[in-house]
Protein backbone atom coordinates (compact mmCIF):
# COMPACT_ATOMS: atom_id res chain seq x y z
CA UNK A 1 0.00 0.00 0.00
CA UNK A 2 2.55 2.41 0.79
CA UNK A 3 5.07 1.00 -1.94
CA UNK A 4 1.45 2.38 -4.28
CA UNK A 5 1.18 5.69 -2.84
CA UNK A 6 4.80 6.75 -3.06
CA UNK A 7 4.45 5.74 -6.85
CA UNK A 8 1.81 7.98 -7.61
CA UNK A 9 3.90 10.67 -5.41
CA UNK A 10 6.74 10.47 -7.84
CA UNK A 11 4.21 10.58 -10.42
CA UNK A 12 2.89 13.76 -9.30
CA UNK A 13 6.24 15.11 -8.70
CA UNK A 14 7.37 14.35 -12.58
CA UNK A 15 4.17 15.85 -13.66
CA UNK A 16 4.43 18.89 -11.09
CA UNK A 17 8.48 19.51 -12.13
CA UNK A 18 7.39 18.38 -15.66
CA UNK A 19 4.82 20.66 -17.04
CA UNK A 20 3.87 22.57 -13.75
CA UNK A 21 1.07 23.25 -11.41
CA UNK A 22 -1.76 23.15 -13.92
CA UNK A 23 -1.46 19.97 -14.98
CA UNK A 24 -0.96 18.25 -12.07
CA UNK A 25 -4.67 16.48 -12.24
CA UNK A 26 -5.34 13.20 -10.95
CA UNK A 27 -5.40 11.33 -14.64
CA UNK A 28 -1.98 12.88 -15.74
CA UNK A 29 -0.78 11.16 -12.23
CA UNK A 30 -2.22 8.28 -13.07
CA UNK A 31 -1.12 8.32 -16.66
CA UNK A 32 2.36 8.69 -15.72
CA UNK A 33 2.52 6.56 -12.52
CA UNK A 34 1.04 3.53 -14.86
CA UNK A 35 -1.91 2.79 -12.32
CA UNK A 36 -5.69 2.38 -12.87
CA UNK A 37 -7.60 5.48 -13.26
CA UNK A 38 -8.68 6.82 -10.09
CA UNK A 39 -5.79 5.65 -8.07
CA UNK A 40 -4.46 9.11 -7.21
CA UNK A 41 -8.05 10.20 -5.77
CA UNK A 42 -8.24 7.46 -3.94
CA UNK A 43 -5.14 8.25 -1.99
CA UNK A 44 -5.87 12.08 -2.09
CA UNK A 45 -9.33 13.08 -1.94
CA UNK A 46 -8.52 16.69 -3.20
CA UNK A 47 -6.17 18.51 -4.76
CA UNK A 48 -5.04 19.81 -1.47
CA UNK A 49 -4.47 16.66 -0.13
CA UNK A 50 -2.28 15.79 -2.98
CA UNK A 51 0.10 18.88 -2.91
CA UNK A 52 0.34 18.34 1.26
CA UNK A 53 1.39 14.60 0.09
CA UNK A 54 4.31 15.93 -2.56
CA UNK A 55 5.51 18.09 -0.20
CA UNK A 56 6.15 15.72 2.64
CA UNK A 57 7.17 13.38 0.11
CA UNK A 58 9.52 15.69 -1.78
CA UNK A 59 10.58 16.98 2.09
CA UNK A 60 11.73 12.85 3.09
CA UNK A 61 13.15 12.40 -0.85
CA UNK A 62 15.65 15.32 -0.45
CA UNK A 63 16.73 14.69 2.97
CA UNK A 64 17.19 11.00 2.44
CA UNK A 65 19.34 12.17 -0.62
CA UNK A 66 21.04 15.04 1.43
CA UNK A 67 21.77 12.17 4.01
CA UNK A 68 23.87 10.13 0.95
CA UNK A 69 25.90 13.39 0.01
CA UNK A 70 26.97 14.40 3.83
CA UNK A 71 27.88 11.16 4.68
CA UNK A 72 31.19 10.84 6.00
CA UNK A 73 32.04 14.21 6.02
CA UNK A 74 33.52 15.47 8.77
CA UNK A 75 31.12 17.57 10.31
CA UNK A 76 33.92 20.37 11.10
CA UNK A 77 35.73 20.71 7.44
CA UNK A 78 34.47 23.20 5.33
CA UNK A 79 36.17 21.92 2.30
CA UNK A 80 33.91 18.57 2.74
CA UNK A 81 30.68 20.35 3.34
CA UNK A 82 31.28 22.39 0.72
CA UNK A 83 31.61 19.40 -1.95
CA UNK A 84 28.70 17.87 -0.47
CA UNK A 85 26.77 20.48 -1.26
CA UNK A 86 27.98 20.95 -4.38
CA UNK A 87 27.41 17.42 -5.64
CA UNK A 88 23.46 17.90 -3.97
CA UNK A 89 23.04 20.54 -6.19
CA UNK A 90 24.91 18.79 -8.98
CA UNK A 91 22.12 16.15 -8.37
CA UNK A 92 19.52 18.47 -7.92
CA UNK A 93 19.89 20.03 -11.47
CA UNK A 94 20.64 16.74 -13.23
CA UNK A 95 19.18 13.75 -11.88
CA UNK A 96 16.40 15.02 -9.58
CA UNK A 97 15.63 18.30 -12.09
CA UNK A 98 12.26 17.63 -12.37
CA UNK A 99 11.62 17.18 -8.65
CA UNK A 100 13.24 19.92 -8.59
CA UNK A 101 11.30 22.55 -10.99
CA UNK A 102 8.47 20.63 -8.52
CA UNK A 103 9.09 22.49 -5.75
CA UNK A 104 10.08 25.48 -7.02
CA UNK A 105 6.67 25.32 -8.92
CA UNK A 106 5.29 24.94 -5.28
CA UNK A 107 7.51 27.82 -3.86
CA UNK A 108 5.82 30.29 -6.67
CA UNK A 109 2.12 29.17 -6.45
CA UNK A 110 2.87 29.82 -1.96
CA UNK A 111 2.49 33.51 -3.37
CA UNK A 112 -0.79 33.29 -4.50
CA UNK A 113 -2.09 30.69 -2.35
CA UNK A 114 -1.31 31.03 0.82
CA UNK A 115 -2.39 27.21 2.21
CA UNK A 116 0.58 25.95 0.78
CA UNK A 117 2.59 27.92 2.89
CA UNK A 118 2.21 25.83 5.98
CA UNK A 119 3.76 22.77 4.61
CA UNK A 120 6.51 24.54 2.55
CA UNK A 121 7.28 25.93 5.58
CA UNK A 122 7.80 23.17 7.92
CA UNK A 123 10.13 21.69 5.40
CA UNK A 124 12.33 25.10 5.00
CA UNK A 125 12.61 25.25 9.30
CA UNK A 126 14.09 21.32 8.92
CA UNK A 127 16.45 22.38 6.71
CA UNK A 128 17.43 25.55 8.91
CA UNK A 129 17.78 23.44 11.75
CA UNK A 130 19.80 21.38 10.04
CA UNK A 131 22.21 24.39 8.31
CA UNK A 132 22.14 26.17 11.87
CA UNK A 133 24.01 22.88 13.57
CA UNK A 134 26.13 22.45 10.68
CA UNK A 135 27.63 25.82 11.06
CA UNK A 136 27.80 26.22 15.02
CA UNK A 137 29.62 23.05 14.29
CA UNK A 138 32.37 25.31 12.50
CA UNK A 139 32.09 28.15 15.21
CA UNK A 140 29.45 30.45 13.89
CA UNK A 141 28.66 33.02 16.33
CA UNK A 142 25.11 33.16 14.66
CA UNK A 143 24.46 29.93 13.43
CA UNK A 144 20.88 30.41 12.30
CA UNK A 145 21.92 33.57 10.33
CA UNK A 146 24.52 31.70 8.91
CA UNK A 147 22.68 28.17 8.04
CA UNK A 148 20.15 30.61 6.04
CA UNK A 149 22.47 32.38 4.22
CA UNK A 150 23.95 29.38 3.39
CA UNK A 151 20.93 27.81 2.39
CA UNK A 152 19.69 31.00 0.73
CA UNK A 153 22.42 30.83 -1.67
CA UNK A 154 22.15 26.75 -2.45
CA UNK A 155 18.57 27.53 -3.63
CA UNK A 156 19.42 30.35 -5.84
CA UNK A 157 22.52 28.34 -6.96
CA UNK A 158 19.98 25.71 -7.99
CA UNK A 159 17.53 28.05 -9.37
CA UNK A 160 20.09 29.87 -11.25
CA UNK A 161 21.54 26.33 -13.00
CA UNK A 162 17.46 25.30 -13.55
CA UNK A 163 16.70 28.20 -15.52
CA UNK A 164 20.38 28.74 -17.06
CA UNK A 165 22.33 25.35 -17.37
CA UNK A 166 26.02 25.84 -17.73
CA UNK A 167 27.97 22.55 -18.88
CA UNK A 168 30.52 23.90 -16.54
CA UNK A 169 28.17 24.22 -13.26
CA UNK A 170 30.57 24.08 -10.06
CA UNK A 171 28.86 25.25 -7.04
CA UNK A 172 31.71 24.03 -4.99
CA UNK A 173 34.54 27.04 -5.15
CA UNK A 174 31.78 29.50 -4.27
CA UNK A 175 30.27 27.89 -1.49
CA UNK A 176 33.84 27.42 0.25
CA UNK A 177 34.22 30.76 -0.56
CA UNK A 178 30.72 31.65 1.11
CA UNK A 179 31.41 29.51 4.42
CA UNK A 180 35.26 31.03 4.77
CA UNK A 181 33.59 34.48 4.92
CA UNK A 182 30.93 33.71 7.19
CA UNK A 183 33.14 31.69 9.32
CA UNK A 184 35.96 33.91 8.85
CA UNK A 185 37.89 30.95 7.67
Known amino acids: ?9 DAA ?32 RNRTALIDGIVDHLQALDRREWESFAAGTDPGDADELAEAMAAFARHATGPARA ?10 ESTARPE ?3 PLTRGRRTAL ?12 EVPDRHGRILLDHLDGVILHQLAFPD ?10 ELLGGLLGK
Not at 17 to 24: C, D, F, I, N, P
Not at 99 to 108: G, P, S, V, W
Open 129 to 140: VWAADRVRGFGS
Open 13 to 44: IEVLGAEGLRRLTYQAVDTTAGVPTGTTSNYF
Open 116 to 118: LRA
Open 99 to 108: RTAARFALFL
Open 1 to 9: MARRRDQVL
Open 167 to 176: DDFDPAPEIR
